[in-house]
């Protein structure tokens, strides 16, 4: 079946698969025909590049009339009887190729002819503008590089099924080479980041993936068993616990970039592999964070973005502005018109969240009212990028109690279009209370089920002795949404986790 560009008529999904199957069938005679003339594209070992598409238009003037050689994948062809016109696309754009009998020789112009969309080809020619003034290049050689033996999504429907998207997402970049600029960017963003820290004197680590724990916090790790020692060991949830031991072993300012995996579910800004970005620095406090993560933003928004404001999903994000402040007592008296401080109790507080209808344990504490009354009612308010600190010691096993009310604790976590983007707090470095917090922790979990348990070596860590320290992870995907106007989590991932096609 002949391939068509201009394909008008809608086809069933049946149709298409059958056409798929006679264009694949086809594509492989096509494969065993050049293996029997003598020559298999696929020995093809090397090729010599000189020039990338995006260079040859880039540099016009200067290469006009010289020789080049580009190879690249055949996204177009048009043919002239004895002559053609192709287009090639590389890494770095679109290419349009002349292929004319007289240069390149009727034998293997013949063979240039059975070449189909998708193929790998190599070009040598010269550079010139055809008359309507498109930079191309003339050919002097081609050769096939590699054979496609599956046809590209046609011009009209394209790959546009997202689930299908990223589960291809090699087809997805060919198909729709515009989203290679998401990754790109993406690419830049952590660059940007790196540099920042580095320049602020942070030293780069990496932590172990497997760890011989399944830790008490509240995320569900994934487990795995290794054959060797014969122990069951855990995909790390977070990369903080071996940061915070190498501040105590005389590191001031370390951060790492960390795959993160937690065997949670999936929606528009959860994924159970991440990236996040934790750092930790000595001396300082959660304060002290507050204003990096602030300059980081912004520093890394106007070098990506050329401005410190950004559109995000139809909505104006001022990033260099000064982030807003409020205690998470402050925003639930806000938005929730519930004032902590008015709770005589813990039944008191049980009773404000019964009278706003929302669910709570039996046995929650004012803390965890709190909590849950700031996620009801006051988290999806916060669109410009808001702080909301002093957070209550139940939920927050690692940050230190604030001197002045050790009900709540030097933590705090940032806000943009109502999501939570970062969490950060002054890190809890008494041992004696750090091991009951983990032994509460530890406990709750293995009422769940889960077999948590309390790290005793970070605790040795601690009782050598944590200087004042201020930490902060940040969920470096959403970052990366926020910048690239990206509505979903997958959107910035090459590889997104999807549920396996039943066979």
Not at 149 to 174: N, S, T, V
Not at 466 to 489: C, E, K, Q, V, W
């Amino acid at each position: 079946m002949a391939e068509n560009e201009n394909i008008e008529q809608e086809l069933t999904e049946q149709e298409m698969l059958e056409q798929l199957d006679e264009q694949h069938r086809i594509r492989i005679e096509k494969l065993s025909e050049l293996r029997a003339g003598g020559y298999d594209p696929y020995q093809v070992t090397k090729y010599d590049v000189t020039h990338k598409a995006e260079e040859i238009r880039g540099d016009y003037d200067d290469l006009e009339g010289k020789d080049v050689s580009i190879a690249g994948r055949i996204t177009s062809k048009r043919d002239m009887g004895k002559a053609s016109f192709i287009d090639i696309r590389d890494g770095s754009g679109r290419m349009q190729v002349y292929v004319r009998i007289d240069d390149v020789g009727e034998d293997v112009y013949k063979g240039f002819k059975k070449w189909d969309l998708g193929d790998i080809a190599g070009i040598k020619g010269f550079v010139f503008k055809t008359k309507r003034g498109e930079i191309s290049v003339h050919a002097k050689e081609i050769k096939l590089l590699a054979k496609s033996l599956l046809p590209l999504p046609e011009k009209w429907h394209g790959l546009r099924d997202k689930e299908e998207r990223y589960r291809k997402r090699y087809l997805d970049l060919i198909a729709n080479p515009e989203i290679k600029d998401t990754f790109v960017m993406r690419s830049r963003i952590i660059k940007e980041i790196r540099n920042f820290l580095d320049a602020k004197g942070f030293l780069e680590v990496d932590t172990p993936v497997l760890h011989t724990l399944e830790i008490g916090a509240a995320a569900r790790p994934f487990k795995t068993h290794h054959n060797a020692l014969d122990i069951d060991m855990y995909l790390r949830i977070e990369t903080e616990l071996y940061l915070k031991r190498l501040i105590v072993g005389g590191f001031d300012k370390v951060y790492e970039v960390g795959r993160i995996f937690r065997n949670e579910g999936m929606d528009s800004t959860h994924n159970p592999e991440f990236t996040s970005i934790e750092m930790y620095q000595a001396y300082t406090d959660y304060i002290g964070m507050m204003e990096l993560i602030e300059e980081l933003y912004r520093t890394v928004t106007i070098n990506i973005c050329g401005t410190d404001t950004v559109t995000y999903q139809g909505k104006e994000i001022a990033v260099g502005k000064p982030w807003k402040r409020m205690t998470m007592k402050e925003a639930v008296k806000l938005y929730a018109n519930e004032d902590y401080d008015s709770w005589k109790d813990d039944a008191d507080a049980r009773a404000a969240a019964k009278q706003k209808s929302v669910e709570i344990s039996e046995t929650a504490t004012k803390g965890e009212v709190l909590n849950a009354l700031f996620e009801e009612f006051a988290e999806d308010k916060l669109i410009q990028p808001t702080i909301i600190y002093d957070y209550p010691v139940e939920g927050s096993p690692l940050a230190k109690r604030k001197p002045s009310d050790p009900a709540f604790t030097e933590r705090f976590e940032y806000f943009i279009n109502g999501c939570e983007f970062g969490n950060a707090f002054s890190e809890l470095n008494d041992p004696i209370d750090q091991r009951e917090r983990f032994t509460k922790q530890a406990e709750e979990k293995r009422k769940q089920g889960a077999n948590a348990q309390v790290d005793e070596d970070f605790l040795t860590a601690l009782e050598y002795g944590l200087p004042p320290t201020g930490g902060l992870g940040l969920g470096l995907d959403r970052f990366i949404m926020l910048l690239t106007n990206s509505a979903s989590i997958r959107d910035v991932l090459l590889f997104p986790t999807m549920k396996p096609l039943a066979d």
